[in-house]
C-alpha cells in the first residue's frame, strides 16, 4: 500500500465514522489519519501544507457534530 493510497483511505474512513455519529470510534481514528497525513509529508507524497489544512478540516468536523 503506497502513502498516498494510506492516506486517502484514513481520510475516508475518519470522515465516514464521523457521518455515521460514532464519535468514539472517530477519536481513534482521527490519530491514525494525522499520522498517515505526517508521514505522506515526510516522504513527498503531500506537500506539508496540505497535511496540515486536511489536518484542520478533519479536526473541525469532529467540532461541529
Do not use: P, W
Not at 493510497?5 to 477519536?27: C, F, G, H, I, P
Not at 481514528?29 to 503531500?46: E, P, Q, R, V, W
Not at 506539508?48 to 478540516?57: G, H, Y
Request: glycine residues 2%; aromatic residues 4%.
Amino acid at each position: 500500500i503506497t502513502r498516498q493510497d494510506a492516506y486517502k483511505s484514513a481520510v475516508k474512513e475518519y470522515r465516514a465514522l464521523v457521518n455515521s455519529k460514532k464519535l468514539d470510534e472517530a477519536a481513534t481514528m482521527l490519530k491514525k489519519a494525522f499520522k498517515s497525513l505526517d508521514k505522506a509529508a515526510k516522504g513527498k507524497t503531500i506537500k506539508k501544507n496540505k497535511a496540515s489544512r486536511l489536518k484542520s478540516r478533519l479536526a473541525k468536523m469532529v467540532k461541529a457534530k
